[in-house]
Structure formats: C-alpha cells, structure tokens
C-alpha cells in the first residue's frame, strides 16, 4: 500500500505484514511516514531542559521539565504520588459534537502533571527520565546508576561522566556504546576494554590508544604494538594537555573515516533484525538501538526484551505496543506517553497501572475511564465503541490541515513542550523556519543571564594546575563564544561550571577540564552516531555482490562491509 505523508508530503509504503500487524491490533494504517510519526512522538519528550519552578501544590521550589508558565500545574514527586489529590476529579463526560483531540486539549489543561520522571533515585535532583539512580547529575533516560553525570542512556553502570548509551561500565568518560568497559576513555563502539582511549570498535582490549577494529589485544597505539614504557609516555603525553588531546583526536577521527572497518550494523546475537545497535534480538527490522527484543518494527531505544510492537520509542518489557512513548511493563497499550504497568488502553499520558481505558491524564490504579471519568465496564466498552466511530467521521483538523482520525498520536500542537527542548531536535534536527512550516512550535531561545567569570581560553592546558577554586567559576562556553547562533540550535547553556565529583575524576583521569558546556558536548557526540535513518547499499569490500540496509549513508566515506567480510577482515 503506498500513501503520502501528511506532514513531509513523501510516499511511503505500507508493507503487508505492518497490514497484518494492524488488523491484528485493530487499528487503521498510518498516514504519517516512519520518520514523520517518530518526530511527532519525540515532540512530546523533554528529556534534557530543566527549569527551576514552584510545585503547585506544595509551594517549594523544584527542579521540572516543565516550564514555569505551563499552561497546567505541575506537582513535585512527592505530591504528584500523594493521595492529596485525585485525578478523578478532573474527569468530564464524552461530548460527540467536539473532536477527541479537541476534548482532550482541554483536559490537559487542568490536570496535574509529574514534575519530572524519576523513581527511586537518591541525591540526583537534576535527573530526568530516570530510576535508581545515586548521586547522579544531570543524567537522563537511565537507571541503576551511581556517580555519574552529564549522562545519556547509561545503565548499571558507575563513576561515567559525558557518556552516552553505556552498559554495565566503570570509570569511563566521553565515550558511546560501550559495555562492561573500565577506565576508557573518549571511546566508541567497544566492549569488555580496559585502561583505555580513543578506541573505535574493539572487544577485549587493555592498554591501548587511538586504535580500531582490534580485538585481545594489549599495549597497542594507532593499532602497532608498543612496549609498556613507551605506551606509559605517549598516553601521558597524549592525554595530559588539551592542545595535544584535541590535535590527536581530530588525526584519529581522520583515521578512522580513511581505516576503520565498519560493519553495516552495529548488533550481535542476533536473527532476521534490519537497523542499528541491535542485540539478542529475533525479527526486529527498521529499529534502532534494541536489546532483548522479539518481533519489531520502528522501534527506537528500547532494552528490556518488548515483544511483538512497531512505531515504540523508550518502551520496555512488554508486548503489542504501538505508536507510544516510555510505556514500560504495558500490553495493547497504544498512542500513550509515560507510564508503567497499562493494559489494554489507549490515548494516555502520564498514568499508571491502568486497564481499559481511553483519554485519560495522570490517573492510577483503575479501570474502565474516558477522559479521567470512571464508567462501569458495561457502559465503559459502548462508550469507547462510539468515541472511536466519532473519531473517524470528525476528526481533529490541526492548524496545518492534517488530519488525526482514531489510529494517529496525539497532534503534536497539543504538546506542552516546543519542538527544539525535545529529544524530537535530536533525533529529526531542523531548523525553526521547517519547524513551523510542520507545524511544530518553536521556543525563541533567550540568551541566559549569566554573567561568567572565566573564559574557556582561561583554563589551564593540564589538570595539575587546576585548583579547587575553579568549582566557583562560571566558565564561559568555546561553542557559545565561537559561533552563539549554531550554538543555540543544540541548546548551549552559554556558560558551565565544574562541580566537586566531576573534578575529582578529572583528576583520577588525569585529563584536562572541557572547554565546552555540558549540552555541547552531549550533542557533539550524539553527532558520532549514526541517523535513524536507513539506506540500501552494497558491501565496499572488493569482489563482493552482498547488498544490505544500512544507517551508513552512501554520501559518507566511511568503509562498510557486509557481515562476511567484516569478521573475516576484522577477527
């Protein structure tokens, strides 16, 4: 079946077994594209700007992801989980003459909203999107943590800083898709490394530097063999000064487009799976970054074995999800955005242990609600049935003419945040001129008020002349003081500081402070990765005819070799 997307007006297919998918799940097809209906759900997920305001509730002052002037109120952890309030309350009957969408905007409009999404986590009041977390700063989208900061996707894992997507890691710093790795350091693609820098797809490796493709090896630097002493000099020599780290980090990222070898995807243990950073993982096709996962398709982060869903961003250890964002342990649970423990419902945000319900905000532990207002299951399933039919013959018409009938995600003008403070700007980055031609909204970033005390220029070229008076300097960013308008685009907080625990494994490291605030470098690296995005090619190794789907896009240099090729040139 081929249609036109309604928000980028390209043609895309709709295969037969996604048909199969939605007869299955009884919903109608699409009429958004796979990139088009990411963005929409990624609209609606601040992760990384936070605001200090008032709960509204309580009074005190908190650390949201929502900004003061929300246009709804916003409790703390505490009071948001209190019998204080119920969400009940703000329930309202079915009107057949408005839109659903309609209908809901305005019940989003009084109903309470968490203040940030963290669970059981101790000392890490800047966390985001986060469990278990100790002593974690400025970390989003992880859990089971400890000491670590300026993190994204970091999981069980301990003492990380500016690391993105690690797993069970330890003493580690810039560094991205990475496991069960130890004291590495500006390193991509590895696991089971020790003491190590500047590494790019390498297993099993101890002491080694600007390397790639290297597996059980030790002491090795630009991938030749060197004896301890003179390994011992070059990292210090190497890693010791700033002026040195970045000239050798820019010959090694030269290197690696010119050297490395790299497979079409990135995954091991795997069966019939298309797309990138895919793990123990059996039919999953189209998806990106997958652990444990069975039977999927359009799938974005997620790692705890979710079985049988298409179009899921952030969504774990469930089954039968569809088009929903941070819904975990739920099943036949469709359209919604953050919650735990959803059944057979659809079109939530922010609930909770909740069965067979339809338009509902914030509530917990019940069943058989429609827009926050409990029915018995009788009246419940009639209700549904007509709202449903009411969706396809008056659909909501947003300010851009598309059209969302029943089987679409929420529009993304009902989103409480704007376009360029969601991970939506990450994964699908555009400019604020196409965001609007879209139809998203766009915040008019202002410059902050701060006034800094030092310069990046300023800070000592080594860690040895870095004293403990620099943890109350406001130093200014490099990126902001280069280029401020690129800088804007990625959220640059114009001026950083350095806090105690970053410090103290600066020293450990034995590496020189960043130049560069945290959001700077977060983006920069998230730049290391691949797109979700995904091309048809051919293997680059001389004499070979395989073709394959690949996130290496033909316009890059990069060499890329099909499965065959790669083990047999690089293990």
């Not at 009884?26 to 200090?52: D, G, H, I, M, Q």
């Not at 003493?171 to 069960?180: M, N």
């Not at 298309?274 to 993982?281: A, C, L, M, P, Q």
């Not at 419940?380 to 009411?390: D, F, M, R, V």
Request: charged share 30%.
């Amino acid at each position: 079946m081929q249609k036109v997307c309604q928000t980028c007006k390209k043609d895309f297919e709709i295969e037969q077994e996604n048909l199969n998918f939605y007869e299955k799940i009884k919903v109608p097809p699409p009429t958004f594209c796979p990139k088009c209906r990411l963005a929409r759900k990624l609209v609606w997920r601040n992760e990384r700007s936070l605001y200090k305001r008032n709960c509204d509730l309580c009074k005190k002052n908190i650390i949201s992801m929502f900004k003061p002037e929300a246009r709804f109120p916003v409790y703390c952890h505490e009071c948001w989980w209190s019998d204080k309030w119920n969400p009940l309350d703000y329930g309202r009957d079915y009107d057949f003459k408005i839109p659903f969408f309609k209908q809901f905007a305005e019940l989003q409009k009084v109903v309470p909203r968490p203040a940030s999404y963290s669970t059981q986590n101790i000392e890490s009041e800047y966390c985001n999107h986060t469990a278990h977390m100790k002593r974690g700063y400025l970390m989003f989208g992880s859990w089971f943590s400890e000491n670590c900061g300026y993190g994204q996707t970091v999981i069980k894992s301990k003492d990380c800083w500016d690391c993105s997507f690690l797993k069970n890691c330890e003493l580690c710093f810039a560094s991205v898709d990475c496991t069960q790795c130890n004291q590495i350091l500006f390193s991509q693609n590895c696991s089971g490394c020790i003491d190590s820098a500047f590494l790019y797809d390498c297993r099993n490796c101890q002491n080694c530097l600007f390397s790639y493709n290297l597996r059980n090896k030790n002491y090795h630097v630009f991938n030749k063999a060197v004896s301890k002493e003179e390994y011992q000099k070059i990292r210090h020599e190497m890693l010791g000064s700033r002026q040195a780290l970045e000239k050798k980090f820019s010959e090694f990222r030269k290197t690696l487009k010119e050297k490395a070898i790299h497979k079409y995807m990135t995954g091991e243990r795997n069966y019939s799976v298309s797309g990138d950073f895919i793990y123990n993982s059996k039919n999953v096709k189209n998806s990106y970054y997958v652990l444990d996962g069975e039977n999927h398709k359009y799938s974005v982060r997620s790692t705890e074995g979710q079985k049988d869903s298409m179009d899921i961003f952030g969504v774990n250890a469930g089954e039968l999800g569809y088009e929903s964002n941070n819904i975990d342990f739920s099943s036949r649970c469709f359209f919604s955005v953050n919650g735990e423990n959803n059944m057979d419902s659809s079109y939530l945000v922010d609930c909770d242990h909740v069965n067979n319900s339809f338009g509902c905000i914030s509530v917990r532990k019940k069943e058989y609600c429609i827009l926050n207002k409990q029915y018995d299951k009788k009246m419940y399933e009639e209700l549904k049935e007509k709202i449903i039919s009411q969706m396809k013959e008056l659909p909501y018409i947003d300010k851009k003419g598309k059209s969302y009938a029943y089987g679409e995600f929420f529009p993304a003008e009902l989103s409480p945040f704007y376009y360029n403070e969601t991970i939506a700007q990450e994964y699908s980055q555009i400019n604020e001129q196409e965001a609007k031609e879209m139809g998203y909204s766009w915040d008019a970033i202002e410059e902050k008020n701060y006034t800094p005390t030092k310069s990046w220029k300023d800070l000592p070229d080594t860690i040895e002349k870095v004293d403990d008076s620099i943890l109350s300097e406001i130093i200014l960013c490099e990126a902001w003081d280069s280029d401020k308008k690129s800088a804007q685009n990625h959220n640059c907080t114009k001026a950083f500081r350095i806090i105690e625990n970053e410090l103290s494994m600066y020293r450990k490291w034995g590496i020189p402070l960043p130049r560069k605030c945290p959001n700077t470098r977060y983006f920069e690296m998230s730049q290391l990765r691949n797109p979700v995005n995904f091309w048809h090619r051919k293997c680059m190794k001389e004499g070979c005819e395989n073709e394959f789907e690949t996130s290496y896009s033909p316009e890059k240099s990069d060499i890329v070799y099909c499965e065959r090729c790669y083990q047999q040139e690089v293990y």
